[in-house]
């Protein structure tokens, strides 16, 4: 595999991310509650999940799903809605292992960066995307319907490594292959 100037984070845990399934659906939505005090519903899972542009995927170890994400793909950006471990499983690897799946996803030439919302008082949930090579971009006030909390819009953006951008086609054949 070339080198690329992106930097992949080294993982402890063996989850295995795959799509999201619906009979996946109760597990997400236990981790959802855990996670959150203002939680999706699995209407608005399903609503999400109903169009087009908006995937989910499931990090398992063995058969328990430990984690979730739903992001949607736009022309030159990936847009992650919802992002979660499980409470036992975090700090683990889980999350770093469902971010550089989302970081195997971006290009130099197509989608070129990650989008998210954290709220301003989740400051585990800064740390951890600031620690993966997310940065705070701006201050979205009184972001959220469910309070009048701000979030922080946070981003990655691809760096394509020099053999990248000296030989464009080497991109294609490592999609191929």
């Not at 981790?31 to 109903?50: A, G, H, K, P």
């Not at 908006?54 to 799903?65: K, Y």
Request: contains cysteine; glycine residues 4%.
């Amino acid at each position: 595999m070339p080198q690329t100037s992106q930097a992949m984070v080294p993982v402890s845990s063996a989850a295995h991310i795959r799509w999201m399934i619906r009979r996946d659906m109760p597990s997400v939505l236990a981790i959802e509650s855990q996670s959150f005090e203002y939680s999706w519903t699995e209407d608005d899972f399903i609503r999400c999940l109903r169009q087009r542009n908006c995937i989910g995927m499931v990090a398992e170890q063995g058969e328990r799903i430990v984690g979730f994400m739903i992001y949607e793909l736009h022309k030159n950006r990936l847009h992650v809605l919802n992002f979660a471990v499980s409470p036992e499983f975090r700090r683990s690897g889980v999350g770093r292992t469902m971010i550089n799946k989302l970081l195997s996803k971006l290009s130099n030439d197509r989608r070129n960066r990650i989008m998210l919302e954290v709220r301003e008082t989740n400051l585990d949930a800064q740390l951890f995307f600031k620690e993966l090579g997310f940065r705070a971009v701006s201050v979205l006030r009184d972001f959220y319907e469910d309070t009048v909390e701000d979030a922080y819009l946070m981003q990655y953006r691809y760096r394509a490594s020099a053999q990248e951008l000296a030989d464009p086609t080497e991109r294609i054949s490592r999609m191929a292959g």
